[in-house]
């Protein structure tokens, strides 16, 4: 792996680095605890060059995961956005995958973070689908662990450490020979993926779990119902049945890397029709030509990396 990323340069703390010299202690606090928080952002190829979609919004949600764990915020956010886009354009990359990661920059042996340095990377990468099914649609698994609760941690917060319950409940429906997993809360209502949001399809409305159902909410989620809005989709954010799932007409998840993912069967259950719906790609169509740039009134997401 290490090879297939050598020309590509990282931001450390200010500076450009090659992939393979940026480089931490093996016992750093983050590598050790799960202490770190990050996003996960995307760029697409327009008719302008490279553009990231919706940063500020994944810069903010950054700064307030780090604002709910207390750590300190080494750069402004506008620095934050102009190391973004400067990653992508010295490596000169339209589709890719942007990935700041804010850490616990010690290595001292213990678990305490209290007023420890803070470091921030932001890596960029080439990167295409998520699932090597998305076309066709994915089959999903009900995971047998709940979705961390907020009473346990923060769902809100992109941490680290949140992404053991992502984890383990992805290798647990792949070992199951299912694509992904899906995520119930405590309560036993719809969460999310291990890595992505949900949404159903019932008579033509749009449903999806609401912020009480434990979820992180994806900047996706949101440009998918505002995308739906616009069409003019009813969307409705409520607490879901697990059972709401297997008797919709269509489900697919959402999220920076997974796109607009298809669900195509949950459980050996088929949904809907068994493939793509007529809702979920008018949707994808949508959230496509706004990526790449193609709507006007959503021109506003965009930041170009040329300007
Ligand atoms: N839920 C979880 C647990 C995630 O990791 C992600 C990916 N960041 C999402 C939902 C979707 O969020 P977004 O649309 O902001 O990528």
Redesign the pocket.
């Known amino acids: 792996m290490a090879n297939e990323r050598a020309g590509l340069k990282v931001w450390l703390d200010g500076k450009y680095l090659d992939y393979n010299e940026a480089r931490v202690p093996i016992l750093t606090h983050s590598l050790q605890y799960g202490s770190g928080i990050f996003?996960?952002i995307r760029a697409y190829e327009t008719d302008k060059g490279a553009a990231i979609f919706r940063l500020d919004e994944?810069i903010k949600?950054l700064a307030n995961s780090m604002k709910i764990y207390s750590m300190k915020l080494t750069y402004s956010e506008a620095q934050i956005k102009k190391a973004i886009v400067g990653t992508v354009k010295i490596n000169r990359l339209s589709s890719c995958y942007i990935r700041p990661f804010a850490f616990i920059n010690d290595d001292k042996i213990g678990l305490s973070a209290y007023g420890k340095r803070v470091s921030l990377y932001i890596a960029a990468v080439p990167f295409g689908k998520y699932f090597a099914g998305a076309a066709k649609g994915i089959r999903c698994k009900i995971a047998s662990w709940d979705r961390i609760n907020s009473n346990i941690l923060p769902v809100e917060a992109?941490a680290s450490g949140?992404?053991l319950n992502?984890v383990i409940t992805n290798t647990e429906a792949r070992m199951a020979g299912f694509d992904e997993a899906i995520l119930l809360s405590y309560d036993g209502y719809v969460a999310?993926?291990?890595?992505?949001?949900i949404f159903i399809v019932r008579d033509n409305k749009l449903l999806t779990p609401n912020n009480s159902s434990d979820?992180?909410l994806?900047?996706?989620?949101d440009?998918v119902m505002k995308l739906a809005e616009d069409i003019g989709i009813e969307v409705v954010e409520r607490l879901l049945h697990k059972e709401e799932l297997y008797t919709a007409d269509e489900v697919f998840f959402?999220?920076?890397?997974?796109e607009l993912t298809p669900i195509i069967n949950i459980d050996g259950i088929v949904i809907g029709k068994g493939k793509i719906g007529p809702v979920t790609k008018i949707l994808s169509q949508a959230y496509d030509d706004v990526v790449h740039g193609k709507k006007e009134e959503f021109m506003n997401w965009l930041t170009y990396v040329k300007v």
């Open positions: 996003e996960g994944h949600r992109k949140n992404y992502s999310e993926g291990p890595g992505e949001n979820i992180l994806g900047v996706t989620r440009s959402a999220g920076t890397a997974a």
